[in-house]
């Protein structure tokens, strides 16, 4: 069927996120492929509006080398895509203080500037109001920093991860647009990740979930309380956009269990941190009968450690999807009618986002690859892209859908009165991996 063209007045829009600490890591080497992934995205959906939501900027080393990397990041974009205004980056550069690693990006075609504009959220001297790009300066930014008037930025308090009680970088980061004529709030936010394999598994009777989802989910309804704050005090309320890295995982307890049976599960949960990293066999499955084992006697079906696990065969889990996504269970809780703002997402059938590592990384399990589907057990084009991409799977977390794209009721039925059919999908990276998140996309166009 032939994509149905947007009406001329509509405002084609493409929200991006993707933690790029893979990107700085090795910025070098690493900038021309993440480029060349960016602009063939966008040659593919013809944005008139691009959102960038990018999380732990300046790389795992920020505290060394601050935001050096940060120049020729946006210097690079910008010569990538001469056709559009700039916002340049948001973030905040100063990493002795509130730094978050949070970097949002926004850019429009420049025969979309009079559809766009850009909120200022006001002053002791301004109004609150938005503003026309074509009365703004092109970029926006000469250098990384955070226009107060024009966006909200917080790093979340220090006790909502008491485990780090010294420093944690993650927060979120709001503008607000009017594209054509409607209001959207675009929130990027990076959540707390999962310290240890080992805690993430364990609950009392009372849990339905690990304390890092605990930790995850009240800071998500922290930001949400306060973007909703920001609100103006008469309608229209604009249509929330939340997407960054969650740090969603599956639910290890269930994935454990199913994997290696209840047994192997309670060996997993009384196994202590210093004994290294637990190796279940398809024996600990076979123990309590739930089914039969997925391997031959007493060959590894997983290993589980504070920052190891490590599935023989992750194919068998994750090319299943309706069962792999079975286990993802913690957006389950902004999702009910008892949220207090709930957050919806579009169907989707990528592969887990994270965790994924470089060719020369440990974490290849090259002895057990996927078995060929081609005729007499050769591999065709296809089937090499697959094992590619079910290889680059880490071991040191379990694979999961942490990068996503969220949005409220407004959003949704914005989505939904979309003239072309909204796209929801992630860039696979295969065996050229820069980083261990892959990018993740919503495309769709607003009347």
């Keep these: 069927m032939a994509e149905t063209a947007p009406p001329k007045d509509g405002v084609r829009a493409l929200l991006i996120t993707q933690n790029i600490t893979g990107v700085f890591d090795a910025i070098d080497e690493a900038l021309e492929p993440w480029i060349r992934e960016l602009l063939a995205l966008v040659d593919r959906h013809s944005p008139d509006f691009i959102a960038l939501h990018l999380q732990e900027m300046g790389g795992s080393d920020w505290q060394g080398r601050g935001m050096e990397g940060a120049a020729p990041f946006t210097a690079a974009i910008h010569k990538a895509l001469p056709a559009f205004w700039s916002t340049g980056v948001l973030c905040n550069p100063d990493t002795t203080r509130s730094f978050s690693a949070l970097g949002s990006m926004y850019l429009v075609r420049s025969a979309a500037l009079p559809r766009v504009q850009l909120w200022h ?34 790093r979340f308090p220090q006790d909502f991860f008491p485990d780090f009680p010294n420093w944690s ?17 675009l929130v990027n936010v990076h959540l707390f990740h999962d310290d240890s394999n080992l805690t993430a598994l364990k609950r009392t009777e009372s849990e339905t979930q690990s304390i890092y989802a605990t930790r995850r989910g009240a ?15 008469t309608p229209p309320r604009p249509s929330l ?5 969650f740090n969603f995982r599956l639910d290890l307890p269930a994935v454990v269990t199913h994997l290696c049976g209840a047994h ?29 084992a997925l391997c031959g006697d007493e060959e590894v079906v997983l290993e589980v450690g504070t920052k190891r696990f490590a599935i023989a065969r992750p194919w068998e889990l994750f090319a299943d999807y309706p069962l792999a996504r079975s286990f993802d269970r913690e957006l389950n809780q902004y999702t009910n009618g008892s949220a207090a703002l709930p957050l919806l997402e579009l169907p989707s059938t990528f592969k887990p986002t994270y965790m994924h590592v470089r060719n020369t990384d440990e974490g290849k399990n090259k002895a ?41 009721a407004e959003g949704w039925n914005l989505v939904e009165r979309s003239p072309v059919p909204p796209t929801y999908d992630a860039i696979e990276q295969g065996s050229a991996v820069i980083c261990d998140h892959n990018k993740v996309f919503l495309a769709f166009c607003v009347s």
């Design 121 to 154: 959220f006001g002053d002791a001297e301004q109004p609150a109001s938005f503003r026309a790009l074509a009365d703004l300066p092109a970029p926006l930014l000469d250098e990384p920093c955070l226009p107060a008037h024009f966006c909200r930025h917080e």
């Design 169 to 185: 970088r993650k927060g979120y980061l709001v503008t607000r647009w009017q594209l054509g004529g409607e209001q959207l709030d």
């Design 219 to 233: 800071a998500l309804r922290h930001t949400l309380r306060e973007v909703v704050a920001e609100h103006p005090s």
């Design 241 to 245: 956009f939340v997407f960054g890295d």
């Design 264 to 292: 192997g599960l309670a060996r997993a949960q009384l196994h202590e941190p210093q004994a290294g990293a637990l190796k279940l066999a398809s024996a600990d499955r076979e123990a309590d009968g739930t089914a039969e």
């Design 368 to 408: 057990h690859a996927p078995p060929s589907r081609a005729a007499g057990g050769r591999k065709n084009a296809s089937d090499s892209e697959v094992d590619a991409a079910f290889l680059s799977f880490g071991r040191k977390r379990c694979p999961s859908w942490c990068d996503r794209v969220l949005m409220d």
